[in-house]
């Protein structure tokens, strides 16, 4: 099975003062060199969702997705510009994770299991932290087209999401999305657990 992978980097970081969170400095690297250095090793190709100047990423090496014809639509924007990258490249799945996310495990593609697969931790359900099937772009079309709010959960359940568990401790898929949420990043990578 071929998967690839979409970070999405969308997200305006209001809580955070406005920062882009995909060049926010955690322990002297941008959150997304950390999220890439976990994700590109279980993936098969990587690109990134975000808006603005994709040439800010320029040293990344990856490509960068626009929203396209779906802008103003949330994260699910993003989805559909992964998944239509994803099926156009031949993937069987595209596994989309927020940018802000550095903890992930090292083998969540593995225990993610076929898809559609949604991460859960302690009843939590990571909606975007998630494997989705490739052909789920047409689906993922009509539901944006519909009158109502877009919500990534809505969609999941259409899809017939299967909640998988991560008993990990601590939270691997702590979000950064505070300064106080910084500051407890920080203090996990400078004193791993064992």
Request: charged share 20%; aromatic share 4%; hydrophobic share 50%.
């Given at each position: 099975?071929?998967?690839?992978?979409?970070?999405?980097?969308?997200g305006?970081?209001?809580?955070?003062?406005?920062?882009?969170?995909?060049?926010?400095?955690?322990?002297?690297?941008?959150?997304?060199?950390?999220?890439?250095?976990?994700?590109?090793?279980?993936?098969?190709?990587?690109?990134?969702?975000?808006?603005g100047?994709p040439?800010?990423?320029?040293?990344?090496?990856?490509?960068?997705?626009d929203?396209g014809?779906?802008?103003?639509?949330g994260?699910?924007?993003?989805?559909?510009?992964?998944?239509?990258?994803?099926?156009?490249a031949?993937?069987?799945?595209?596994?989309?994770?927020?940018?802000d996310?550095?903890?992930?495990?090292?083998?969540?593609?593995?225990?993610?299991?076929?898809?559609?697969?949604?991460?859960?931790?302690?009843?939590?359900?990571?909606?975007?932290?998630?494997?989705?099937?490739?052909?789920?772009?047409?689906?993922?079309g009509?539901?944006?087209?519909?009158?109502?709010?877009?919500?990534?959960?809505?969609?999941?359940?259409?899809?017939?999401?299967?909640p998988?568990?991560?008993?990990?401790q601590?939270?691997?898929?702590?979000?950064v999305?505070?300064?106080?949420?910084?500051?407890?990043?920080?203090?996990?990578?400078?004193?791993?657990?064992?």
């Amino acid at each position: 099975m071929k998967i690839a992978g979409l970070i999405l980097a969308g997200g305006a970081g209001r809580r955070l003062g406005g920062v882009d969170k995909a060049l926010l400095r955690l322990h002297h690297l941008p959150m997304l060199a950390h999220v890439m250095k976990r994700l590109a090793p279980q993936v098969d190709a990587l690109a990134l969702s975000a808006q603005g100047d994709p040439a800010r990423f320029a040293g990344f090496g990856l490509p960068v997705l626009d929203d396209g014809g779906h802008r103003g639509k949330g994260p699910l924007a993003g989805l559909a510009a992964g998944l239509a990258w994803a099926a156009g490249a031949g993937m069987d799945a595209l596994l989309t994770l927020p940018v802000d996310t550095p903890f992930i495990p090292a083998d969540l593609v593995r225990r993610l299991g076929r898809a559609p697969a949604v991460a859960c931790h302690q009843g939590r359900v990571h909606h975007l932290v998630a494997l989705w099937p490739a052909d789920a772009g047409a689906a993922l079309g009509a539901f944006l087209e519909r009158d109502g709010p877009c919500r990534v959960a809505d969609f999941a359940r259409a899809l017939g999401m299967r909640p998988v568990e991560f008993p990990d401790q601590p939270d691997p898929f702590h979000n950064v999305n505070t300064p106080a949420d910084l500051d407890a990043a920080e203090a996990r990578l400078k004193h791993p657990s064992p």
